[in-house]
Nanobody, 114 residues
């Protein structure tokens, strides 16, 4: 059974940066595509960025050029580097494998204050 633990969220100012981490506890991490999702208050959860086992990436249009997803297969960890943050980035951020959809972790809160 896979467990996902997100961390790194917090309070940031507009234009600031945060780096999120997602630790994957379980087997076969390197074979799974992984993704970061976010859910803002009153909105549906959306996929923000995705990375394949071969390190190909895709991003939702609203974060292109500002967010970078990466992975460390040795550490079984996925990262989301977030730069030039704006209030619309305020949400709880989660990671998961879009192909397998494991049980969701607790997420990490990101709040961007103007």
């Amino acid at each position: 059974q896979v467990q996902l633990v997100e961390s790194g969220g917090g309070l940031a100012q507009v234009g600031g940066s945060l780096r999120l981490s997602c630790e994957y506890f379980g087997g076969n991490f390197r074979f799974h595509p992984m993704a970061w999702f976010r859910q803002a208050p009153g909105k549906q959860r959306e996929l923000v960025a995705r990375i394949t086992p071969g390190d190909s990436t895709i991003y939702v249009e609203s974060v292109k050029g500002r967010f970078t997803i990466s992975r460390d297969n040795r550490k079984k960890t996925v990262y989301l580097e977030m730069n030039n943050l704006n209030p619309e980035d305020t949400a709880v951020y989660y990671c998961n494998s879009p192909n397998s959809m494991f049980q969701w972790g607790q997420g990490t809160q990101v709040t961007v204050s103007s």
